[in-house]
Every structure is written in C-alpha cells, then in structure tokens.
C-alpha cells in the first residue's frame, strides 16, 4: 500500500508541471496533464494560491508564486549545511578544490567550494565563478543530469552513460577537472546541479573520479533528490 497522500502527490505534481511551463499553463491543461477531472484542479490551484506557491489573473494562465522564491532561499542555508561537510572530505580525499555547481540559464555558476588543506598550486575556481554550460567538467556533467536530446554533444553522452566528465585545460591552463551530476532519483526534476574536483595537472585522476561519483550520490541523498 502506498504511504503517500493522493491530493498532496497532486498538488505537488501540479507546480512541477507549471513550473515546465514558461509561459504559464491554463487550469484545462492542467488538468489534463494531471489525469484528473478541472474541478478538482480548480481545488487543487485555489489551495496553491492561498500559500502563494500559484498565481494567476481572471483570464491569464497559472504561473508560480511568490512563496516559491521564499521557499528556495530557505533552501540554500541549508543545502550548505549538509553539503559543505562533504566537500571538505571530498577535496581532503583528493587533494583537490571541491565545488558544487549548478545551472543558472545557460551557465554553470559555482556555488559552494573547499579548499584542501595542503598543496600550494590552487586553481582559482570561486564561489560566483560562472562559464557555459558547454564548457568544464561541472557544465558538461549538469546536461549529463538531464534527459537524453538528440543534439547532445559525445562528451555529454559520455558522461551520462559513465556518470563522470574529465576534462583538461578547458577553463584554464594545466587545470584539470572532474565532476559528476547529483541524481535525481526521487523526483521527476531535481535540482539541476554537479559536485566535482578541480586542480593541477598532478591531480590522481583515478581516485577523483571515484570519490566525486561517491560524493554525488551521498550529497542525492542527503538533500532528498
């Protein structure tokens, strides 16, 4: 027998199906991407706009809400909560700048980092550092995370099928980097993020690889993706 509750399940499924929707979705088609009759869509929306998680004008269609902004900000304390600890150990492991990135539009943008305690060549990767998605371990490893297109890259392939991208000197010279996308395993979207390593040539390429995929799925879990 199922734990989950039916009209919670639902509520939830309907602001990730509007949330897809750039330009808004109206409660018909709602509905229908839900399987479920429009008036308890009707229900299901009144009761997301009354916690601001929806908004929508008599005629236009239903969007997100304010609240969902409130709730993100409150997320990211604590995603560096739980995903710092992790980063220390990860680059302590390697001997490596460990970082988290995640997708902003078309860049990959660096959100979290650690730095090792020993070694004196560093890479200068920071937090707010941001290149295309196209480009580095970080970016290639986000569109891995994403479901198969047709116009994927063989590097994005790759790494989706291997669980890791390595690259070497795309963002700077003699730099080497390897990272690995954090799976979504509980929902359909997750957040749209990697967990990696970045250093100097001398990096155990070997081992990073290891230890990032291991990173990747402990980090999955602790945030419930």
């Given at each position: 027998?199922?734990?989950?509750?039916?009209?919670?399940?639902?509520?939830?499924?309907?602001?990730?199906?509007?949330?897809?929707?750039?330009?808004?979705?109206?409660?018909?088609?709602?509905?229908?991407?839900?399987?479920?009759?429009?008036?308890?869509?009707?229900?299901?929306?009144?009761?997301?706009?009354?916690?601001?998680?929806?908004?929508?004008?008599?005629?236009?269609?239903?969007?997100?809400?304010a609240?969902?902004?409130?709730?993100?900000?409150?997320?990211?304390?604590?995603?560096?909560?739980?995903?710092?600890?992790?980063?220390?150990?990860?680059?302590?492991?390697?001997h490596?700048?460990?970082?988290?990135?995640?997708?902003?539009?078309?860049?990959?943008?660096?959100?979290?980092?650690?730095?090792?305690?020993?070694?004196?060549?560093?890479?200068?990767?920071?937090?707010?550092?941001?290149?295309?998605?196209?480009?580095?371990?970080?970016?290639?490893?986000?569109?891995?995370?994403?479901?198969?297109r047709?116009?994927?890259?063989?590097?994005?392939?790759?790494?989706?099928?291997?669980?890791?991208?390595?690259?070497?000197?795309?963002?700077?010279?003699?730099?080497?980097?390897?990272?690995?996308?954090?799976?979504?395993?509980?929902?359909?979207?997750?957040?749209?993020?990697?967990?990696?390593?970045?250093?100097?040539?001398?990096?155990?390429?070997?081992?990073?690889?290891?230890?990032?995929?291991?990173?990747?799925?402990?980090?999955?879990?602790?945030?419930?993706?």
């Open positions: 027998m199922s734990s989950t509750l039916q009209t919670l399940d639902r509520g939830l499924l309907a602001l990730e199906i509007v949330s897809e929707h750039s330009q808004g979705i109206t409660i018909a088609g709602l509905a229908e991407q839900l399987g479920v009759h429009r008036a308890i869509a009707y229900r299901i929306v009144a009761t997301l706009e009354a916690h601001a998680l929806l908004t929508r004008t008599a005629e236009g269609p239903l969007r997100l809400g609240g969902v902004t409130l709730l993100a900000s409150r997320f990211e304390p604590q995603l560096h909560a739980v995903a710092q600890p992790l980063l220390k150990t990860l680059a302590k492991a390697t490596a700048t460990a970082f988290v990135s995640i997708a902003q539009g078309e860049e990959c943008v660096v959100t979290l980092v650690a730095e090792p305690d020993e070694g004196m060549l560093r890479v200068g990767y920071r937090v707010g550092s941001r290149h295309p998605l196209t480009q580095g371990a970080a970016g290639i490893a986000i569109l891995a995370g994403r479901a198969p047709e116009d994927d890259s063989p590097e994005v392939r790759q790494a989706r099928d291997e669980g890791y991208n390595l690259t070497r000197g795309q963002l700077q010279r003699g730099a080497v980097g390897v990272a690995s996308p954090i799976p979504a395993t509980r929902l359909r979207i997750g957040m749209e993020a990697c967990i990696g390593v970045v250093a100097m040539d001398d990096l155990d390429t070997e081992r990073a690889i290891h230890e990032v995929k291991a990173s990747a799925r402990q980090l999955a879990e602790l945030i419930g993706q």
